[in-house]
Protein backbone atom coordinates (compact mmCIF):
# COMPACT_ATOMS: atom_id res chain seq x y z
CA UNK A 1 0.00 0.00 0.00
CA UNK A 2 0.98 3.43 -0.49
CA UNK A 3 0.83 6.86 1.58
CA UNK A 4 0.26 9.70 -0.34
CA UNK A 5 0.49 13.59 1.82
CA UNK A 6 -0.33 16.73 -0.03
CA UNK A 7 0.64 19.84 0.78
CA UNK A 8 0.68 23.95 -0.78
CA UNK A 9 -2.68 24.83 -1.29
CA UNK A 10 -3.77 28.31 -0.36
CA UNK A 11 -5.54 31.16 -1.43
CA UNK A 12 -3.87 32.70 -4.44
CA UNK A 13 -5.34 36.40 -6.46
CA UNK A 14 -6.21 35.07 -10.50
CA UNK A 15 -3.01 35.06 -12.37
CA UNK A 16 -0.75 33.65 -9.60
CA UNK A 17 0.57 30.61 -8.91
CA UNK A 18 1.00 27.71 -6.73
CA UNK A 19 3.28 24.20 -6.58
CA UNK A 20 1.35 21.05 -4.75
CA UNK A 21 3.78 18.72 -3.23
CA UNK A 22 2.61 14.99 -2.74
CA UNK A 23 4.71 12.89 -0.71
CA UNK A 24 4.85 9.28 -1.28
CA UNK A 25 5.66 6.43 0.90
CA UNK A 26 5.10 2.77 1.10
CA UNK A 27 6.19 -0.15 -0.38
CA UNK A 28 7.83 0.01 -4.31
CA UNK A 29 6.76 3.59 -4.95
CA UNK A 30 9.24 3.34 -7.45
CA UNK A 31 6.90 1.17 -9.21
CA UNK A 32 3.73 3.66 -9.31
CA UNK A 33 2.11 6.13 -11.41
CA UNK A 34 0.84 9.50 -9.78
CA UNK A 35 -1.87 11.45 -10.81
CA UNK A 36 -3.00 14.61 -9.64
CA UNK A 37 -6.96 15.24 -9.94
CA UNK A 38 -9.41 17.97 -8.66
CA UNK A 39 -13.19 18.38 -7.25
CA UNK A 40 -14.72 21.66 -7.09
CA UNK A 41 -18.03 22.16 -5.30
CA UNK A 42 -20.97 20.08 -7.22
CA UNK A 43 -18.46 18.60 -9.71
CA UNK A 44 -17.06 15.15 -10.26
CA UNK A 45 -13.67 14.76 -9.58
CA UNK A 46 -11.46 15.24 -12.61
CA UNK A 47 -7.49 13.95 -13.35
CA UNK A 48 -5.56 16.69 -14.04
CA UNK A 49 -2.11 15.40 -14.55
CA UNK A 50 0.06 12.26 -14.26
CA UNK A 51 3.19 10.73 -14.11
CA UNK A 52 4.27 7.39 -15.01
CA UNK A 53 7.02 5.17 -13.92
CA UNK A 54 9.19 5.89 -16.79
CA UNK A 55 8.55 9.72 -16.18
CA UNK A 56 6.19 10.34 -18.93
CA UNK A 57 3.66 12.89 -18.36
CA UNK A 58 0.30 13.18 -19.30
CA UNK A 59 -2.33 16.19 -18.85
CA UNK A 60 -6.06 15.27 -18.81
CA UNK A 61 -7.56 18.43 -19.04
CA UNK A 62 -7.69 20.89 -22.11
CA UNK A 63 -7.96 24.06 -20.15
CA UNK A 64 -4.75 23.37 -18.66
CA UNK A 65 -3.23 24.96 -21.65
CA UNK A 66 0.26 24.57 -20.56
CA UNK A 67 -0.44 26.45 -17.21
CA UNK A 68 0.07 22.80 -15.24
CA UNK A 69 3.63 20.86 -14.87
CA UNK A 70 3.96 17.66 -13.47
CA UNK A 71 7.28 16.70 -11.98
CA UNK A 72 8.84 13.58 -9.59
CA UNK A 73 11.85 14.18 -7.24
CA UNK A 74 12.85 10.69 -6.92
CA UNK A 75 15.17 11.71 -3.79
CA UNK A 76 12.22 13.24 -1.36
CA UNK A 77 10.04 10.74 -3.02
CA UNK A 78 7.46 13.78 -3.87
CA UNK A 79 5.28 14.53 -6.74
CA UNK A 80 4.80 18.26 -7.54
CA UNK A 81 1.93 20.29 -9.27
CA UNK A 82 3.50 23.35 -10.67
CA UNK A 83 0.27 25.91 -11.22
CA UNK A 84 0.85 29.12 -12.82
CA UNK A 85 -1.60 31.92 -14.71
CA UNK A 86 -4.78 30.52 -12.49
CA UNK A 87 -7.74 30.88 -12.91
CA UNK A 88 -11.19 31.17 -10.65
CA UNK A 89 -12.30 28.15 -11.94
CA UNK A 90 -9.39 26.42 -10.98
CA UNK A 91 -10.79 26.23 -7.54
CA UNK A 92 -10.54 23.15 -6.02
CA UNK A 93 -9.33 20.45 -3.55
CA UNK A 94 -6.61 18.42 -5.18
CA UNK A 95 -5.43 14.99 -4.71
CA UNK A 96 -2.76 13.12 -5.46
CA UNK A 97 -3.11 9.00 -5.89
CA UNK A 98 -1.24 6.16 -6.82
CA UNK A 99 -1.69 2.96 -9.11
CA UNK A 100 0.72 0.56 -10.31
CA UNK A 101 2.52 1.38 -13.34
CA UNK A 102 -0.11 2.95 -16.15
CA UNK A 103 -1.35 6.51 -15.65
CA UNK A 104 -5.11 6.63 -15.91
CA UNK A 105 -7.86 9.57 -15.87
CA UNK A 106 -10.22 7.01 -14.13
CA UNK A 107 -10.32 8.13 -10.48
CA UNK A 108 -12.14 4.58 -10.20
CA UNK A 109 -8.55 2.68 -10.97
CA UNK A 110 -7.05 4.15 -8.16
CA UNK A 111 -6.89 2.17 -4.73
CA UNK A 112 -4.77 4.88 -2.94
CA UNK A 113 -5.74 8.85 -1.74
CA UNK A 114 -3.92 11.43 -0.14
CA UNK A 115 -6.34 13.62 1.74
CA UNK A 116 -6.60 16.74 -0.18
CA UNK A 117 -5.43 20.31 -0.69
CA UNK A 118 -7.73 23.33 -0.91
CA UNK A 119 -6.47 25.61 -3.84
CA UNK A 120 -8.64 28.66 -3.51
CA UNK A 121 -8.29 31.11 -6.90
CA UNK A 122 -9.91 34.57 -5.92
CA UNK A 123 -9.61 38.17 -6.02
Known amino acids: QVQLVESGGGLVQPGGSLKLSCEVTGATKSQYAITWFRQAPGKEREGVSC????????SYIDSNQGRFTISRNFGKNTVYLEMNSLKPEDTAVYYC????????????????WGQGTQVTVSS
Open 97 to 112: AARPRACSRFSSTYDD
Open 51 to 58: IGITDIKV
